[in-house]
């Protein structure tokens, strides 16, 4: 990759490059892509979030795709081999979390029409821009992910803490924590 001003987080390697460059931060209103990260960052809990994007793939082929239905309606026999792959993280209480949340989210969607309708509602529809010159600056919660988190919660969510919440509101773009003289900026 070429040589660009970059926030520091991302410099481990390429992975993690492309991953800055190409979706961190960037807005996300579609319902599938919110609901990928959700699952990501079910597992990313009490792990790095680089640990959840090696594995984002082998995440892809377990869950079928990200498909909201199918994940809804695991059985127990599904999620016992999921607990087996050895290409996921086999958190029990993940995978069991993540059938708990395809529900709440279907819940959600019947509610407001569409998640992103309801998760964007806690902004405004539009992205914040906290303008960071450095990543000491860049917070782990805010009151607006404690509120996220405290709604997700009472509507069955599960996994889905201030911190949790708010690394997917950075991820999905619903805040903007580029640093100041990151290139992704211009």
Same mark, same amino acid.
């Given at each position: 990759?070429?040589?660009?001003?970059r926030?520091?987080w991302?410099?481990?390697?390429? *992975?993690?490059?492309?991953?800055?460059?190409?979706?961190?931060?960037?807005?996300?209103?579609?319902?599938?892509?919110?609901?990928?990260?959700?699952?990501?960052?079910?597992?990313?809990?009490?792990?790095?979030?680089?640990?959840? *994007?090696?594995?984002?793939?082998?995440?892809?082929?377990?869950?079928?795709?990200?498909?909201?239905?199918?994940? $809804?309606?695991?059985?127990?026999?599904?999620?016992?081999?999921? $607990?087996?792959?050895?290409?996921?993280i086999?958190?029990?209480?993940?995978?069991k979390?993540?059938?708990?949340?395809?529900?709440?989210?279907?819940?959600?969607?019947?509610?407001?029409?569409?998640?992103?309708?309801?998760?964007?509602?806690?902004? %405004?529809?539009?992205?914040?821009?906290?303008?960071?010159?450095? *990543?000491?600056?860049v917070? $782990?919660?805010?009151?607006?992910?404690? $509120?996220?988190?405290?709604? *997700?919660?009472?509507r069955?969510?599960?996994?889905?803490?201030?911190?949790?919440?708010?690394?997917?509101?950075?991820?999905?773009?619903?805040?903007?924590?580029?640093?100041? %003289?990151?290139?992704?900026?211009?």
């Amino acid at each position: 990759m070429e040589n660009k001003n970059r926030c520091a987080w991302c410099e481990k390697d390429d *992975l993690y490059r492309n991953y800055h460059d190409n979706e961190w931060g960037k807005p996300v209103y579609d319902d599938e892509t919110i609901f990928e990260f959700l699952i990501l960052e079910t597992f990313q809990a009490g792990l790095s979030w680089y640990t959840v *994007l090696a594995k984002r793939e082998n995440f892809r082929k377990a869950f079928d795709n990200f498909d909201l239905i199918k994940i $809804a309606n695991y059985s127990e026999d599904k999620m016992a081999k999921l $607990a087996e792959d050895t290409g996921i993280i086999r958190n029990k209480l993940k995978i069991k979390a993540t059938v708990t949340n395809a529900k709440a989210f279907l819940k959600v969607q019947e509610e407001f029409g569409t998640f992103s309708k309801y998760i964007w509602g806690f902004v %405004d529809g539009k992205p914040i821009d906290n303008q960071p010159k450095t *990543l000491s600056e860049v917070k $782990a919660t805010t009151p607006i992910s404690d $509120a996220l988190s405290k709604d *997700l919660k009472k509507r069955g969510f599960k996994f889905v803490g201030s911190t949790v919440m708010y690394a997917h509101m950075q991820a999905t773009g619903m805040v903007n924590d580029h640093v100041m %003289d990151c290139w992704t900026r211009k």
